[in-house]
């Protein structure tokens, strides 16, 4: 995988076979501290402890029809590429919780990639589990949340085309507002310097 979206998205696929209703992604990026952390929680059926262990060999996965799973091992790879980590904690019947730390700057940290189109994906193809984004950067933070935006728009389900369409575009205008690339430290807090 390219993108850190597409891998994100693939873990969040693990997160849906494990029946869970709640999914979060955080996304926190400073160029201030050379940090670039993604986080995934869910509320699914975890993963039982004898897989636990060795659950980043992508050999070992519970799926029966494709026999590697990918999604965790290559986060860690590329997390581990960049002088960074990746923890993994779970508990069965309460949910997972994936760390992975990546050297902002680091030449070989993959770019994001597409995250909106991932979450488009995502809201379209399961409405019904609760999807939250949150993404902070040195210029602010933004926040999406399938539930809190399906009760604003007093609607049932989000995966209405025009209705992603939109949703899409508020995403990508919120995140450029964000951007931490191009950041001008003058503008920043002093506090954070």
Same mark, same amino acid.
């Given at each position: #995988? ?13 997160? &849906?076979? *494990?029946? *869970? ?11 201030? =501290? ?11 059926? %975890? ?20 026999? #590697? ?9 590329? $997390? ?7 923890? &993994? ?13 990546? /050297?902002?700057?680091? &030449?070989?940290?993959?770019?994001? %990639?597409? !995250? ?7 809201? $379209? ?10 993404? @902070? ?7 999406? /949340?399938? @539930?809190?935006? #399906? ?5 049932? =389900? ?9 949703? %899409?575009? #508020? &995403? ?5 507002? !964000?951007? *931490? ?13």
């Amino acid at each position: #995988m390219k993108e850190l979206s597409l891998n994100i998205l693939d873990i969040v696929q693990n997160s &849906i076979r *494990a029946k *869970a209703k709640d999914i979060s992604v955080e996304i926190i990026e400073s160029v201030v =501290t050379d940090i670039y952390q993604i986080l995934i929680k869910d509320n699914g059926t %975890g993963i039982p402890k004898e897989i636990l262990k060795n659950v980043t060999d992508p050999f070992v996965t519970t799926r029966t029809r494709r026999r #590697m799973g990918l999604g965790l091992p290559l986060m860690k790879y590329h $997390a581990e590429l960049t002088g960074g980590s990746m923890k &993994i904690e779970s508990e069965t019947d309460k949910g997972t919780s994936i760390r992975a730390d990546f /050297s902002n700057s680091h &030449i070989d940290r993959q770019p994001l %990639g597409d !995250i909106s189109g991932v979450l488009l994906i995502l809201l $379209a193809s399961n409405p019904g589990i609760d999807f939250t984004y949150i993404h @902070k950067t040195d210029r602010g933070e933004y926040r999406f /949340s399938a @539930k809190e935006t #399906m009760e604003y728009l007093d609607i049932e =389900t989000i995966n209405e085309r025009n209705l992603l369409e939109l949703i %899409g575009n #508020m &995403i990508n205008e919120n995140l450029r507002k !964000i951007e *931490a690339s191009g950041i001008d430290f003058k503008e920043l807090d002093r506090d954070i310097l």
